[in-house]
C-alpha cells in the first residue's frame, strides 16, 4: 500500500493550480493533472477524490496563506488603535482577493456553485470563516469600547462588504483589469474605514 506524504500533497496541488490556471476549471481534468504529476489517476484519487476537492484544497492554501495569518493578527491586536490595526488588516485582505489568481479562482467558485457542493464548501471554508474572525476582533473593540456596541457578526459583513465590494468589485471581477496598485489598496482601504468607523465609532 502506498504511503501518502504530506510533500506529494504540496506537489499535486501546485501543478494542479497551474493546470486549473492554464485550461480553466471546465477544461481541467483529473486524467491530465495526473498525467503532469506523473503517477495514476488511482494515486491522484487517493489524496483528492474529486475535482471538486482538489480545487477547494488550492483555494483553502492561498486563504491560509493570507487570510488566516491577517484574520489571526487582527485578533492579536485588540490594544492597537482599531484604525491602525483594521487599515493593516484591510490591506493584506485587499490585496488577496483582488489578486489575480484569487479572482480566476473566485470566478470558478461562482459559475459552478448553481450544480455543484463548490459554493457551499467555499463558503463554510473562506467567507464565513473570515468574518467569524473579524467579528470577534471587533467583540473585543466593543468590549474595550473603542466601537459602539452592536452584533458583532452583522459589523464583520459591513465591513468586508466594504473593503470587497464598496469600490473594486465590479472593475477587478468582473472586467479584466489589472490587479489595484498598493497606493490604490491603500486609498480604498481608508475611504471604507472612513465610513465604517463613522457608522460604529464609540
Known amino acids: 500500500m502506498k504511503v501518502r506524504t504530506d510533500a506529494k500533497r504540496d506537489e499535486i496541488l501546485e501543478i494542479a493550480r497551474g493546470v486549473f490556471l492554464e485550461l480553466g476549471y471546465e477544461r481541467a481534468s483529473m486524467a491530465e ?12 484519487y487517493g489524496y483528492f477524490p474529486s475535482k471538486d476537492a482538489l480545487f477547494l484544497a488550492i483555494v483553502n492554501r492561498l486563504a491560509e496563506q493570507y487570510v488566516l495569518p491577517a484574520t489571526e493578527r487582527l485578533e492579536q491586536s485588540l490594544d492597537e488603535d482599531p484604525r491602525v490595526a483594521l487599515q493593516r488588516f484591510g490591506e493584506q485582505f485587499l490585496t488577496f482577493i483582488s489578486d489575480a489568481e484569487a479572482v480566476a479562482a473566485y470566478r470558478v467558485v461562482v459559475s459552478e456553485a448553481a450544480h455543484s457542493d463548490i459554493g457551499e464548501s467555499f463558503y463554510e471554508s473562506g467567507p464565513k470563516r473570515t468574518v467569524e474572525s473579524v467579528a470577534r476582533y471587533l467583540e473585543g473593540a466593543m468590549d474595550r469600547k473603542h466601537l459602539r456596541r452592536a452584533d458583532p457578526a452583522i459589523a464583520a459583513q459591513h465591513l468586508l462588504a466594504l473593503l470587497a465590494h464598496g469600490e473594486p468589485w465590479h472593475q477587478y471581477f468582473l472586467r479584466k483589469a489589472p490587479s489595484p496598485t498598493r497606493a490604490q489598496i491603500k486609498r480604498i482601504v481608508e475611504r471604507a474605514l472612513d465610513v465604517f468607523l463613522n457608522g460604529y465609532k464609540s
Open 33 to 44: 493533472i495526473s498525467t503532469r504529476v506523473g503517477g495514476s489517476k488511482a494515486t491522484l
